[in-house]
């Protein structure tokens, strides 16, 4: 049995208000006491791969706190499983996507960040970024990061007034697109692109989905036109970097995370990177949408067991490794793209050619759609690819298009 109770979390020059998840059913007065006193470390759980790039952050935090703090490595996307299989052992403050946040305030995991940091998150961070930050209006979460695919192209067969329309990408050379094994964080948003939504206009209704119309059949259909598209190429997740390598495909969609392997396969020289391009699906010419992610950094409060000053502490360190100075050093250190609007502005981010499109993309609802944080998105994933792959390898009948939407749009509703 647990209850919820509004305490002043005090501690150093951290005063500020905070909810804090009491335990109320095995702990004795004795117990919470001696929890309360544990040593004053923090353990904090960073990218695979970061350690090194927060050194800094971490040691200017650990001298201004009087806290130490044990930093490990772990895997974003793996955030939510390890610390609801056991919440008091895991991190005091842990990075991870931002799709994870609903399913983690839904389950009590974290809290609502203390006003004096949400204010700042709102005067700080790009408008995209504050909504990833955010579950029902209450922002959960510190933002450092934002991240969306872009497309890549060769210089040497596109120019940049070629790349403003899909059509003209593949009638003056050719674009590689991996349907045949689809991906629906490739592919998904081309049905918010003509106009449906997923998960309603926030992405927080669960019954929100609505592909099932002419507009989600119109999507299907073109999809399986492709194969009919002589400037389109099949391709599957192993080849996407050997075919733009060897001239087979002069352009594709995807992240920063493909930036290096990409300037390897034809040569810095020749990438170049755009926004996504204007594609017309059931005669109407759209603009093509992306899914945009967010990068985050929460607390969890479980491991200090009611220490309120180790959860004051907890919350200062998040600020810590989200402000100005830490997203530049990630962005230096990384390639982070940085969620700070100020950091966004300057020279080092601007005349990066990768981080200013991704800006771009992140900047408006026009190119891309936040990604939803509800705990349906994992039957999203299966469901969605299946239907994709299906319609274009021919599985399911044209005449069936609509029918499967519709059940596509129930199943996902009902999913939990």
Known sequence: MKSWQKIIVGGASLTLASTLLVGCASGSKEKTESAASDSKTIKLWVPTGAKKSYADTVAKFEKDSGYKVKVVESEDPKAQEKIKKDASTAADVFSLPHDQLGQLVESGTIQEVPEQY???????????AIVGAQYKGKTYAFPFGIESQVLYYNKEKLSPEDLTSYETITEKASFGGTFKQAN????????????????????EDAKGTNWGNEKGVAVLKWIVDQKNNKGFVSLDANNVMSKFGDGSVASFESGPWDYAAAQEAIGKDKLGVAVYPKVTIGGETVQQKAFLGVKLYAVNQAPANGDTKRIAASYKLASYLTDAESQEKQFKARNIVPSNKDVQASEAVQSNELAKTVITMGSSK??????????????????????????????????????????????????K
């Open 118 to 128: 949400s204010k700042d998150i709102a005067k700080t961070a790009t408008e995209q």
């Open 184 to 203: 629906s964080y490739v592919t998904g948003p081309l049905f918010m692109s003509v106009g449906n939504t997923l998960f309603g206009e926030n992405g």
């Open 366 to 415: 026009d190119y891309t759609v936040v990604m939803p944080k509800l705990s349906q998105m994992a039957t999203f994933w299966t469901e969605s690819a299946a239907i994709l792959s299906d319609a274009y390898n021919g599985k399911i009948k044209e005449s069936d298009y609509l029918n499967k939407l519709k059940q596509f749009d129930k199943d996902i509703a009902n999913a």
